[in-house]
Each structure stands twice: as structure tokens, then as C-alpha cells.
């Protein structure tokens, strides 16, 4: 098979060390020399010229901006990703060595970037200017697609013929829905009874192999790996790093949406840290090719799962924050996506919160669901690790780190239709019961409860 | 308060003898001299006049298309419902005279049309040009949201304190998410101990008032009647004809998907009918202001409840169809949003299937539960009530009524991860139990079933 890119255009990097290796080839995602974590470079030069050459404006960032305005809202059945997935309209700064044919997309990504609404201005501080991007309005209800849609096409292009992961949630919904488009089998491996149909009914219905094995969650780990380290089987967890190049766009819609203007600061929840890396190395870049960046990162974890919350201080150094890291043992939240007390990304995150001058913030459980109740007062349902990112947002104003007039956008990373268990069971009290049929009773229920 | 339109610009108009209402007054949403069901008519002249002096081109429609055209993908926070809505986008076809100041909108309509997969193209006959609207891709998860945006900005433009329905599925929803973000008060009528708090997580988490009553369903239904008629309560039910106008925008976006050429087939579900009464009414429209429209509409309904299609007869009239026709009792189907035996939107249904030269299917429930299945292999999580109209499709393509290389639309009216149960039974026979955690066993079931 004739290689998509060359290692020269598109290459994976240990993040500690700087060692090399081959993105297309490369399956066991943590550096052979150091076991550092990977990011993906490309060689952007050649890719942004050619953009630059489009229009020949003085400034190559007016031409990138005028290109990705162009491409948005022209998506058709026809016309092909870069024009129809708000994923792949960045294709040069995400991808772009990749030829077209393997790019394997559901249209995902033209997802909305709200204000906030009036209930939530006033739980959160009405004194800034607070967004949310809507990122599960997505093919499978949850931000995994930004992701999901590079990842697998990396996987095409390297002739991958299966993909597998140990997750009950968007993970494995995204896995097996790009898989499916793809054509390229997917497995996800769970403990044998841990796990309910209902939590597994997206990878049933995207026709994942769904095996339970006679173990624990740590066996399951266990055979991944053997299985992704000896029998070319792709993993589609965090580990991934073409996932991460997937996720930047979150920072190129949100500029985009404000008119090429960057916020004060994104928001976002931490749990494996794929979004805070994805932020960061996204805003990075936008700085790289000649934006001006001043963004800030707020990551934000719950009280039962913040070993990066907990290690970190303001005006920490990498390095410090490193020595203090500790990871612990996780409580009980409602926010489940993000209960992992020792995130595969955490050195990453630490990168990404320090070089934007970030912050971190606990969000605690009582706020983090009465977030996710106010956002549905003014319409929006979101998934209860939203609540973590927009709680976070509530006590960095309490405590003066983000401050009036600043414009901050909070990540929004699933629809609350994927978590209506831990809602309902918070809602049913709400209920009203009439006492009779008659008209006027229950008028006045309606009028004055 | 000021009136947002004239009688004579926008008003109601009885469908059956012509008697005219108030639309920013009338209640009782029947004509009260003859009960039949109201259509929404516009003075369409002058906002399509100055439409067209937009650019000024020869023929009209050669504007609209280039004015809706620039408006897609223009959205921002900022910008307006006109911009970053996908409903609002054709304004001047559906509302033109409501001043934007009254429109309630989440951002809905800016949904993918993509073109069928692998599995489903060999499944329902690969002879077809076959193409899904994926309207669950929405703020609240169904195509209720299309219609919900115009009904609340109505509501909010008369001044409505409060709007009612009696449902336990997308119509809620959609109230519920509407009425919040407009301010307005919602209530949702049920009977007591016929409903689960999981059937009802978003109604309130969207702050709706749920109010269960000592009765059955049809005492939810009279109460509601009575409140409506003397409390000034607004009915977001099927039979509020604003809700019809914002569904007319699945054949604008339909015909924009394919640079203006509308396909030779729409398929919907019908179950109240107004996916096709709006379907039927959208493509009228567009004939009427200059496009060449040629599309027939495929209504389908599943064996469980198909009063429609079982007193349909090719080239019927629409008085034989009358009198042919008969509410049915129900039987049992996954597809519960469409279990319905007597349609309240019956008589527009026949309208537009005969207007169209359109056709009925019955979808059974193997094949409608296939067809969702199906789809999910191509990597589109839909919901039953889409895999009655792919089900119709397989059915008209068998019947030859669809013929060799034509062009069909299916309407996808929610995503399946509102109806998780009925697919969930369906799936757990698909989990695979590993006999042990070795490596090469996993790996032979990934590769060999």
C-alpha cells in the first residue's frame, strides 16, 4: 500500500525526550526510549503557503480566515469533508497531509457556540461574558466525534483492520460509529457483568464486537495491549495522539464564531485530559501561524477526581507541578466520564494549563449538578461533566482569577441525553401530583408553583 | 402590546371552508363553523419582493437561492436567528412578517444530509440514489425542534403567559426547551402512575411544570382542551399550525442540499402527520415561488398503526380517501411516537399524498426494527420511527413505485439515543462472552464473528 504521508510531513514526537517515530507505523503510543507521551507535528509550511497562495493577502492569517469563512456553511452530501464536517474545514492545520479519499466523516463538528442564558448568568456572576459551545450536538451526542472522525481516518490510511477499546461510554459509541463508516472492525473489551445493555446500546447498535471477559477492568487493559502491541489492533483510547488533533478545532470554531477573536479563557472538564491538551496545543498553534492568542485554560476536575486540581498552585512550574502530582483514588460523582484518578494526559494537561497561564478549580458535586439543572432552565441539556467545567467557572470568578467583562467559553462535551440516569433521579421529586382533574386546580399549579 | 403582524399580512384559514381567524388570538385551533383543521397563510408578495431586490437577478427564485445560500454557516453567538438558525434561514417563507425581536430560537436546522451507507443502500436496493435528513440532530434530539422554534416565537409574539401539552415524548421536549428559552411557563399533563421519571428527564430538566392527574389520558386531553379554550393557555400539540411552518424547512433544506434540485422523493413516518402535512405544504411553496418542484411524497406507517395507509388506494381522490378512511385501534410497535390510530392532521396528510401524486407504505415491525439496525452498521444511530420511513422505501422500491436511479429523501425525525429500551432488547443477544482473558482468544472473536 502507498503511504498517505511521508514521515517528513507528518510525524509523532515524544513530548519529554523529542524522540521520532512513524505515525502511520507506530502502535504502541508512549515513547521507546523514555515512555514519554507522543504529540503529532507536521511540517506547516508547505500546507500554508498553499493556503496563503489563495487569496495573496498581505498577512497569511487574513487568508486562513477568509478560507475557513468560505468553506463554512457549504456542506452538502456531495461536496466532501472539508466543506461539510466543521472538522475538517481546518483540514490544513489539523491534517494536512492526509489525502481526501481516506478521511472518513459523519458530517460532525457544525455544532452551535451559545450565550449563556439568563438563569445561568446570574448562578455564574452576571459581570462576564459567558459561551457554550454545544459540542454533543454530534453524530453520537458527545465531542469524542472531533476526534473520532482524524482518528480513523489515520487508520484507513494506515490499512488498520480493526480498532479496540476498554470503555462503557462515548468512547466506544465514537469508536464504533467511525468504525462502522469506515468499514474497519471494532471491539470493545468490558468486564463480564460490570456492565448493563443500556450503557452499551451505542456500540451494540454501530455493530461493535462487544466481549465481555471473565476479569476485571485491568484484564481487559491487559489484552488490549497485547492485542495493539502484537496483532496491529488500533487502540481508540486517550493514548491515541491523532485524536488530539481532532479536538484543536474546538479552539478554531470558538475563534472563528467570535470573528477571529479569541476569549479570555476556555473552560473545560478534565478527565483523561484530552480536551485540555487539545485546547492548548489548539491555541498554540492558532499563535504559531500569526493569531494573537492571550487565551487562557481553565481545567477543571470534581471533588471526587482531581489529582490535577489538587497538585496544582498558581504560578507552579511545570516541573513542580510534576513532583507534587499524586494520583488518588476516586469517590463517587455523577460527572462518571470524568472519574479517573490518574489521567493518561496529565503531563500534558500540566504543559497546556501553564503555558496559557491557566488555572485549575475543583468543582464540588452539589454545584457541578445544580450547574447542569440551571443550564436546563434556560434550554440546554447538558451531560453532568459540563456541570464540572461550568461550576469551575463559578468559583474562578468567586476567587478573582477571571474577571469582569472577560469572555469565557465553557466546553460543553455531551448531550445530556447520553446521562439521563443520574438526571432522573435527581428530577423525580419535581413531579407534581394534583389532587383532582378539575380545570382551575390544575391552572393554579401551572400558574403559581 | 403592540401587535407583531397584521391580520392581513400573516393569519389562519380554515383548510376546509375558507373561514379566516386571528392567529395571534385564536385558540381553539378548529374552524369554529365547520371544525376543520387551519392552515397558516401569508401576503407572501411583499416580503418576496423585497427579497428579490436583493440582488435584482431576472428571476426570482435565482435570489432566494443566492440570498439563503450566503446566509448558511454564517452563524455566530452573535448574529441572529436569520444567520445561525437553519429554520430561520428561510424567514421570508415561513414567518415573514414576525419582527426578529420575537424569535425564540436555539440555533436548531443546521442539520447533515448524508448520503446512505454501504449496508443500508444493498438493504432497501442499491438501484436508488438514497439520502437521510438527520434531523435528531438538534437541540432537543428530535425534528420537533424545526417546528418548536416557530410555535414559541408566536407564543412569545401574543404574549402567552403559558403553553400546555399532554406527551410523553419529543413534544414535551420540545415545549419544554422552547418555553425555557422564551420565558415562558410549561406545563406537561399526564396521568398518574402511567409514566417513569426517565420517560420525563427532559421536560424537567427544561423546568417544565409536570403535573400527573388522578385520570387517564383522555382526561389529561379535556383538561388541556378546557384550559386552552378559557385560560389562554397555548397548545403545543400537533394541532397549533405554527408548528407546521418551521417543518416546511426540511424541503428548503432538502432542495439546498442539492443545489437547489429537489429529489423525486421525500419519506416520512407518519404518525399525527405533520411531518407530511409540512412536507406537502414546503414543496406547494416552493412551486408556487418559481422552483420547479416534481417531488412525490412516500407517507409510511408501521403494521401497528397505519389508519392512512390501509384506506389508501393509488390515484384515490382526496374525498374517496375521506371516505374510505377509518381510525383504527393500535396494536404494539417499538415505533411509539407514531402509535397512533386516528392522526389529528388525517385530512392534511391525504391533502399533500394526493397533491404530490405521492404514495403509502406499511412498514412491518421486523422491518422497520431491521432498518434502525441496519443503519447503525453504516454508522446513523436512528430512531424507530425513521426505520418506519426506511422500511416504506424498501417496501415502494420492491412495489416499484420508486423506480431505478431516482432520488429519495428519508426524513430521520429523532436520534436514536431517545429510544434506547426498544433498542437496547433488541441488542443484548449481540454481546459476545469470551470463554478466557488469553489474548489470541480475543483476538480470534474480534476477527472471526
Known sequence: MKRAFTKDQTWLQCMDCGYRADLLNERFFRCPKCQGLYDIHHDLNPPLKALARVYE?????????????????????????????????FKELIMPYLPEKHIIS????????????????????????????????????????????????????????????????????????????????????????KVTPAQLVQPLIYGARVITLPGDFDDCMRVMQHLVTNYRIYPANSLNPSRIEGHQVTVFLIAQNFEWELPDWIAVPVGNGSNCSSVGKGLRLMSQVGFKVKTKILGCQSQAANPLALSW??????????????????????????????PVSCKKVMREITLSNGEMQTASEKDLNEAVAICGRDGYFVCPQTGIALAGVKNAVRDGQIQKNERVVVVSTATGLKFTDSASNNLKKEIISAPSCKTETVLNLIMHT
Open 313 to 342: 498552585k498558581n504560578a507552579i512550574s511545570i516541573q513542580e507541578w510534576q513532583n507534587a502530582y499524586k494520583s488518588i483514588k476516586v469517590g463517587e460523582t455523577t460527572a462518571t466520564a470524568a472519574r479517573i484518578g490518574n
Open 57 to 89: 493577502l498581505e498577512r497569511p492569517d487574513l487568508t486562513y480566515k477568509r478560507v475557513f469563512d468560505f468553506r463554512a456553511g457549504k456542506g452538502t452530501s456531495w461536496s466532501g469533508p472539508v466543506l461539510s464536517s466543521g472538522v475538517w474545514r
Open 106 to 193: 459523519l458530517q460532525e463538528g457544525n455544532v452551535p457556540i451559545v450565550r449563556a442564558g439568563k438563569y445561568l448568568r446570574q448562578w455564574v456572576g452576571d459581570s462576564i461574558d459567558l459561551y457554550i459551545i454545544l459540542e454533543g450536538q454530534s453524530p453520537t451526542g458527545s465531542f469524542k466525534d472531533f476526534g473520532g472522525t482524524v482518528m480513523m481516518s489515520i487508520a484507513k490510511a494506515a490499512g488498520i483492520e480493526a480498532v479496540c477499546c476498554a470503555s462503557t461510554g462515548d468512547t466506544s459509541a465514537m469508536a464504533a460509529a467511525y468504525a462502522a463508516a469506515a468499514n474497519i472492525r471494532c471491539a470493545v473489551l468490558l468486564p463480564k457483568g
